[in-house]
């Protein structure tokens, strides 16, 4: 797939922004993070809402230091 847009994306300047596909796929998605944090809360004994704050408390680590 990367090889069926290489051309457009050296036209576009956006090199960098397609080959982030590879650490995508190598991590997984925010969605996989967020839902990898939730079990593990989870499975720790959490309730429900505790579960959902880890995630949000993620996401906001994330933003502010990157991922």
Known sequence: MLE???EDAE???CQAEVQHAHTILARGTSA???????HNTIAQGANHMKPLAAVVDMLIEETLHGV
């Open 4 to 6: 069926l847009v290489a």
């Open 11 to 13: 036209r576009f300047g």
């Open 32 to 38: 996989h993070r967020q839902l990898q944090t939730y």
